[in-house]
Nanobody
Framework: VQLQASGGGLVQAGDSLRLACATS????????VGWFRQAPGKEREFVAA????????YYADSVKGRFTISGDNAKNTVYLQMNSLKPEDTAVYYC?????????????????WGQGTQVTVSS
């Protein structure tokens, strides 16, 4: 699976952004996609995950109620809608995929990674 993340940018606190993770190389939707982020000087952390097969979602507590993950099977793309952004959301955001119908919040359970996209939220 190849992944291409896009949609990052510079916004102000309270604004919204939508990230997209375009996947290719798989003909079936029996895999899950997760978003992770890494802020400067911090370890990469889980943000949200989506299973294309079941359409189920899973979020980190820090983004629940503000971020929404969704998928478009026809376009093989998973989106991360980020609302009410805060300066602490500033990070490089990565999408990853795992060969499973089930999502996970653990980085080591993902098999494929895309390049990151920078999200910067100013106060």
């Amino acid at each position: 699976v190849q992944l291409q993340a896009s949609g990052g940018g510079l916004v102000q606190a309270g604004d919204s952004l939508r990230l997209a993770c375009a996947t290719s190389g798989r003909s079936r939707n029996n895999y899950a996609v997760g978003w992770f982020r890494q802020a400067p000087g911090k370890e990469r952390e889980f943000v949200a995950a989506f299973t294309l097969y079941y359409g189920s979602t899973y979020y980190a507590d820090s983004v629940k109620g503000r971020f929404t993950i969704s998928g478009d099977n026809a376009k093989n793309t998973v989106y991360l809608q980020m609302n009410s952004l805060k300066p602490e959301d500033t990070a490089v955001y990565y999408c990853a995929a795992r060969d499973s119908r089930w999502s996970s919040g653990r980085q080591n359970e993902y098999d494929y990674w895309g390049q990151g996209t920078q999200v910067t939220v100013s106060s």
